[in-house]
């Protein structure tokens, strides 16, 4: 039997988030909360952790499935009863540790702590607590002397123990079989009629067993989610740290303030982000990049050098030594190999475009293979789609398209291939080809315009 397993919260419905969403769905820096609290479970060794699902478990068990062990509280009757769900899974563990879903600011460092103390104290129940200037909404932890009494939830505290600041975070060790006794012994008898898992406290308290509280420094950790208030204050707090870690990482930010980077993003040393950016999603950036101002990058990797500014990009590769932008539009499906340009007002899909290709003004560039060295005019349109099937256009290396060409799709445009300003390419273009479509231009000499008299 393992020593130590966690159980994390994460059934309850989140009445006040006034959502169709499971609150633990909710994203906070890019990731659903249940995902932040996974990953501290992750980084202090538990592997796979017991979650407890119930509202809107679908949802919730798709977004963790393979990370945890699921079990399902059917109907929501309080985090005492949630933890009963649990039992059946806990026979004869030594140390159980239960993590609440929306409780997502938790630092490992801290959950080590509260393990420690629990372990080596020898505890029958040790509960994570922080000090909070404004405690209302928490359960707050009443204590004679040093000793923990019980834990009194708002709803049920007297005016007296409402001036108390200890909060109970939520996180707690137990030690597995006093638990599990103290569990039969809960009742609903409550303000909200719930089966409270601090009652446990209570009955501990009662039999003289031995309880602990560590108490965090940072009150930050212990901010849960209740709310959407409390959901932004969670992003901003948790924006702030990671903006940090890149920073001593070596990143330069010119404004943080301005700066969102998610939580599964990764940066390298000597990027440069510029002012109003977001790098959202999976985002890795390799060394020496400038970003922005003005760009969000949304899963998208690129490469060492290169440039990206007003720009919006989704599920695209970038190559080493690009320059992007200003105001550019990269679509699902695009792969951008080395020192390729894109430029202003260019819109590009699903399409790979090779080394040293440019695309620098007013195009829209979709379903295409651009080979190299190639030069696309301003104002060229892929035409890829005849209102009901895409069609894919092919561009050899060093091939010169003029201003303003249409390539109606399916196409090939061979190597070295030139077409004329202003032409509507229907027919392929062999390699080493002029291909030029638009009437002769006819010159009146000496014409005299109308005038109004
Ligand atoms: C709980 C604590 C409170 C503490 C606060 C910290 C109790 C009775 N109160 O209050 O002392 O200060 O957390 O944030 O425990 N959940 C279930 N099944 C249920 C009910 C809840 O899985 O039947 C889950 C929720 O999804 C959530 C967690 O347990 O992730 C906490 O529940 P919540 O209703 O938010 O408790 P609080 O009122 O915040
Ligand atoms: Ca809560």
Redesign the pocket.
Known sequence: MPNLVAV???????TRMKSKL???MHSLAGQPLIEHVLNTANQVGIERPLV????GREVVEASISGRAEIVV?T????????IMQALPFLEGVQTVLVL????PLLNPETLRALIELHTTRGSKATVLTAYMEQPF???RVVKRGDDLVK?V?EKDATPDERQIKE????TYCFEGSALKDALTKITPQNA?G?????EVFDIFSRQGEKMSTHCTRDSHE?L?I?SRAQLAQAEAIFRERILEYWMTEGVTMVDPATTFISAGVELSRDVTILPFTRLLGKTRIAEDVIIGPQTSLDNCTVGCGSEVTYTVAKDVLIGDRCHIGPFAYLRPGTKLESEVKVGDFVEIKNSWIETGSKVPHLSYIGDTHIGKSANIGAGTITCNYDGVKKYPTKIGDHAFIGSNTNLVAPLEVGDNAVTGAGSTITKDVPAEALAVERSKQVTKVNWQRKTIK
């Open positions: 994390i919260m994460a059934a309850g419905k989140g499971p609150k633990v407890i699902v119930g509202h509280q109907e929501q009757l309080g985090t005492g009863h949630a609440s879903g929306d409780q909404g928490y359960g834990i939830e909060i109970n975070t939520g909200q719930e089966y409270y898992l601090t212990a849960g209740n």
